[in-house]
């Protein structure tokens, strides 16, 4: 019997799968465990397009969740067996605890995508579209994974190493299991020493104060001029419209010295001030042409009404532009936040006294062979979770700005 195209890209896909999740499992059993494994990579492959073989072949409608849990119990089975019980490289009752989950894991993890993958087809001929559909199914899978797997594994280990010891880490650098059952204190002794003896309070409190100015002072200008170029007419109006991104073309390298030479007259370069005068400076540009933008796409006739009903300019803009706006407003705050709490060139060529260090200056601080690794990467942990929480709490008043923007539209 002649194998279909659907059948071939079936069993592609189980192959893909399976050896991509031995290999990811693997990966992650290593990390947790400190084990030195050799993921079946190839074996993994074979198992994970017999696995698709099977499900292409059973009817969509038998396709439930008995025939998944089958195959997610099978399929270790059979991995273990063709690798001799040595599923990761090692004997399966060395580290049992560890590598029992893992199989399982990879098993579980193979099972659902190909469900995803192979959910609506079935073995035998299929038109173009639907070969193509499950081609893009395959690929879109593959770049979510791979995404997630390059976002979140140096963010794992960045934190697994902040609570490792430093003797742990000398004996096993690949080693990013951790004792949970150590004293807090001891646990958490990198964080706790960044706050006590290397001043990161001050840096956190000094990266708050300038990237909040630099929201605030930033919004403050960008959202009349945005207003002014979206809705007013006056000479010159196109070409600062289009020239606002100017800035832009000139790279950071090539500003900072004749910068540095001009605060140093003036005063502002070792002091926070000079930094709250910069850092809008290259935010304002990317915030007038976000907001004006958004400007553009909000109803005129809103703002015609209230200036018939006998509000002033700045009234429209207060009470009814802004308020549409929450949405455009909070996206250009937090990306404005993110530059300002991020930046690094200018804080390390204008600031020279420790008590008025950011955190991205801070943090480059404790690049030092006189300090652990394990504080450099707790450093690197609380300059990055002050961003996630603030983007978290954005991405809800997102949501709720987009929604009161829809109901007074």
């Given at each position: 019997m002649r194998i279909g195209a659907v059948t071939w890209l079936a069993l592609l896909c189980g192959a893909v799968w399976g050896g991509l999740w031995m290999l990811l499992t693997g990966l992650l059993l290593m990390l947790v465990s400190g084990l030195s494994i050799a993921p079946p990579v190839g074996m993994a492959a074979l198992a994970g397009a017999g696995a698709a073989g099977v499900l292409i072949a059973t009817p969509a409608q038998?396709?439930?969740?008995?025939?998944?849990?089958v195959l997610t119990v099978v399929l270790p089975l059979m991995l273990a067996t063709v690798t001799g019980f040595q599923p990761f490289g090692l004997p399966l009752a060395h580290r049992a605890e560890m590598q029992l989950p893992a199989l399982l894991a990879w098993a579980g993890l193979c099972i659902a995508a190909l469900h995803l993958c192979l959910d609506g087809f079935t073995a035998g001929r299929a038109r173009r579209y639907l070969i193509e559909a499950l081609l893009l199914r395959l690929l879109k899978g593959l770049a979510l994974v791979l995404f997630s797997v390059f976002v979140a594994l140096p963010f794992y280990v960045m934190v697994m190493t902040s609570l490792k010891s430093q003797q742990s880490l000398l004996a096993n650098p690949l080693d990013f299991s951790i004792d949970f059952s150590r004293d807090f204190t001891v646990l958490f002794r990198s964080y706790i020493e960044?706050?006590?003896?290397?001043?990161?309070?001050?840096?956190?409190?000094?990266?708050?104060i300038v990237s909040v100015s630099t929201v605030l002072v930033t919004l403050a200008f960008a959202v009349p001029g945005a207003y002014a170029v979206a809705r007013l007419r006056f000479p010159g109006r196109a070409f600062l419209s289009r020239s606002?991104?100017?800035?832009?073309?000139?790279?950071a390298i090539v500003l900072v010295i004749p910068l540095y030479a001009v605060f140093s007259q003036l005063g502002l370069r070792n002091s926070l001030i000079g930094l709250m005068v910069v850092y809008p400076a290259t935010t304002i540009p990317v915030a007038l042409h976000m907001l004006q933008g958004y400007f553009r796409g909000l109803p005129a006739e809103l703002e015609e009404a209230g200036l018939m009903d006998g509000l002033t300019r700045a009234q429209v803009i207060a009470k009814i532009t802004l308020p549409l706006a929450l949405p455009a407003l909070a996206t250009v705050s937090l990306y404005v936040f993110m530059i300002a709490w991020n930046e690094f060139l200018f804080a390390f060529m204008f600031l020279d006294d420790l008590d008025i260090f950011t955190l991205s200056r801070g943090v480059v601080s404790l690049n030092s062979s006189e300090v652990p690794r394990q504080h450099l990467m707790a450093g690197s942990v609380v300059a990055t979770l002050?961003?996630?929480?603030?983007?978290?709490w954005f991405e809800k008043y997102l949501v709720s700005g987009l929604t009161a923007g829809s109901v007074k539209g």
């Open positions: 038998a396709r439930g969740r008995r025939c998944l849990f960044l706050f006590t003896e290397f001043h990161f309070g001050t840096f956190l409190a000094n990266s708050a606002i991104l100017l800035i832009y073309m000139v790279p002050p961003v996630l929480v603030v983007f978290l």
